[in-house]
């Protein structure tokens, strides 16, 4: 028995007032009245907990604490429209409790069941919606009946229904002999089946018809156990569900990547190259004149052989240029053939004697080079040492007090073919030489040209002593070019060092650059620090232009994947509904949309890192996995708070 007692609802006036009524285990219920005296709206509130209604009920005399376990485990609702879960198909209706009670799917108890509603062969794999409304309400009286809910609430169950499916309706209904239903109607012929019928009137209930013997009222006890489990009900979704899900997970990554190379474009324009903006690359300026056109961007010693000497009276005017403190010449030694790929071994003897060798490959990058050091460069410490860079030491684990052996390519005559490209070829000698390192050079210290960062410095006066020394003893090494026609027709000349470093005033270093190009054509210079600021400007220029473009694309999008969102949760409303109106907590409920925004969350975050991964380009990666983390967290607030607005009660 189900009794209902000091039932007061009210609205924006009084629907009922302190009345009561009682249901009987086995039995028919008719709740009748006119339109608008609240059927409906107490028939929900036997379901649903209101801040509207207010009640005690009881059931077999126990009063009942937790409506939602109560509705869950005994209480089964067709409201008048037949309303049904529109994310499953009949047979998962079936199995969701099925689940719910942690039992195995039972396909032919649910075809008897759906035959006990004169439901035969029905496609149980179709959704509901290919069945009439009468069909559908004896859907959901045999899911009842598979549930095993021993009180059936029906709200105008005749509605909508011819003469003949309200018959067939009536013989259903009386054949449900363990059942307790409770229903409303406005149809003569359903009161014929009822044991008990109630009238609304005065806000209260009035017995009309009670033929029951309250002596032999059964008491039905507590026999199922529905638990509402989120990770299960997760799969749970029609097709047009998981193409709108798919959906936008596909648009968020979407934004996710265009966000991404947005920050990572914003990451390249705010650093700045330390190497760029260290005082000595600030401060020299590197020159040299060129005979012919220019192929490629000028490096120092990277073209010598297009390099020739510099008019002497501009040479003069630029030393005297403001701004200019001191000029000197520019050279380095290399390991690799200038005529060929041969390269030279390089040794390194450790402190402790051990001696490791190398064999350089200049196509793997490991281009090592002997740069000279100036008295003008802010690393120099004045001890005439040999430092070395730190890459250097870091490739070839080079350690302070180490000794490096290699032959070096030293450039030796010089043949002036006359004008143009290639207008003049090197030979060169061998030479071994030993350098024994003093100090490595902090990551961000030294200078570096663009060639290579694999460097060893030596003081200034050491290379000019080196390139100025003659051994008539070492290897020359020439080119069949040189050898066989070059030295023909002209005869070979000392090898001059055509290139020169300027150390300026930073201050003045844009001026002089500008002064310099002006004077000739044919006259090259290279810095690191203009060139770093003439980077900034670019990718400052290419940032904005891709911050227009992403906001463009990102609110179309973000519009997209909005819309999509709120048409989702928007079919899933009348899920949720009936969620609720099967006794699921709304906790529950929230703690399934909780785990499909965090399923959401940890796909697109994955798939960021992974695009991260595979994007060799990206830059600053720790912020970068930072930013993916940042975006989707944002992005995953936005589809909460659509989620929020579209479910959210009145």
Request: charged share 25%.
């Amino acid at each position: 028995m189900l009794e209902i007692k000091d039932i007061h609802i009210s609205f924006d006036r009084n629907i009922f007032n302190n009345t009561q009524i009682q249901f009987y285990s086995s039995s028919i219920h008719a709740i009748v009245g006119k339109s608008g005296s609240g059927k409906t709206t107490f028939l929900k509130s036997i379901i649903h907990d209101s801040s509207f209604s207010q009640s005690k009920m009881y059931y077999n005399h126990e009063e009942i604490h937790q409506k939602d376990d109560f509705v869950r485990n005994h209480v089964a609702y067709v409201d008048q429209l037949g309303s049904y879960f529109p994310n499953m198909s009949i047979k998962q209706h079936f199995q969701f409790y099925a689940e719910m009670k942690k039992e195995k799917i039972d396909v032919q108890k649910i075809n008897r069941c759906l035959e006990k509603v004169n439901l035969n062969n029905v496609n149980i794999n179709k959704l509901p919606s290919v069945l009439s409304i009468g069909e559908r309400k004896r859907m959901l009286i045999a899911l009842a009946i598979f549930c095993d809910k021993d009180i059936i609430i029906l709200d105008e169950p005749t509605a909508s229904l011819d003469k003949k499916n309200i018959s067939l309706l009536k013989k259903i209904l009386v054949s449900l002999e363990d059942k307790t239903i409770i229903l409303t109607t406005h149809t003569p012929e359903i009161l014929e089946i009822c044991n008990v019928i109630y009238k609304i009137e005065n806000q209260e209930f009035h017995c009309q018809k009670n033929d029951i013997d309250e002596t032999q009222e059964t008491e039905i006890k507590l026999r199922n156990n529905y638990q509402f489990s989120p990770i299960k009900y997760f799969r749970y979704k029609s097709l047009i569900q998981w193409i709108q899900y798919i959906g936008i997970i596909v648009i968020s990554l979407f934004i996710l990547i265009q966000s991404s190379l947005i920050v990572n474009s914003f990451l390249k324009t705010t650093n700045v190259s330390s190497q760029a903006i260290n005082q000595s690359s600030k401060e020299m300026l590197f020159i040299r004149s060129r005979e012919g056109e220019i192929v490629w961007d000028y490096n120092p010693s990277s073209g010598s052989h297009d390099s020739k000497p510099f008019d002497e009276d501009n040479l003069s005017k630029i030393k005297h240029m403001e701004g200019v403190k001191e000029i000197k010449k520019f050279e380095e030694l290399t390991l690799f053939n200038p005529h060929s790929e041969e390269s030279q071994t390089l040794q390194i003897v450790n402190k402790n004697g051990t001696t490791k060798n190398y064999t350089i490959n200049v196509s793997e990058g490991y281009d090592l080079r002997v740069y000279p050091y100036y008295e003008s460069n802010d690393f120099n410490d004045h001890d005439n040492g040999v430092y070395i860079s730190y890459g250097l030491s870091q490739v070839y684990k080079i350690h302070e007090g180490d000794t490096i052996k290699a032959k070096f390519y030293i450039p030796k005559d010089q043949y002036i073919k006359g004008s143009g490209l290639d207008y003049r070829s090197v030979t060169y000698t061998l030479r071994e030489l030993e350098f024994k390192v003093s100090k490595i050079i902090k990551k961000d210290d030294g200078y570096e040209t663009g060639v290579t960062d694999l460097i060893i410095y030596i003081p200034y006066e050491n290379l000019m002593n080196i390139m100025s020394h003659i051994d008539k003893k070492e290897e020359i090494i020439s080119s069949y070019y040189i050898d066989n026609v070059l030295s023909k027709q002209v005869s070979a000349q000392p090898y001059t060092m055509n290139e020169y470093v300027l150390f300026v005033d930073e201050d003045y270093v844009a001026d002089i650059n500008n002064s310099i190009l002006e004077m000739d054509d044919e006259y090259d210079t290279f810095s690191r620090y203009l060139g770093q600021l003439e980077y900034d400007k670019m990718m400052k220029e290419a940032f904005q232009t891709k911050l227009l473009s992403f906001a463009a694309i990102c609110s179309v999008g973000l519009i997209a994947l909005l819309t999509t969102q709120y048409f989702l949760m928007k079919s899933r409303k009348k899920e949720f509904q009936i969620l609720e109106d099967s006794g699921v907590q709304d906790k529950d409920t929230k703690k399934s949309l909780l785990l499909e925004n965090s399923m959401y969350f940890i796909i697109i975050s994955i798939a960021g890192f992974l695009w991260l991964y595979i994007n060799r380009e990206q830059y600053a990666y720790i912020t970068q996995y930072l930013a993916v983390l940042g975006i989707s967290f944002i992005l995953l607030l936005l589809m909460h708070a659509v989620s929020h607005l579209v479910l959210k009660k009145k």
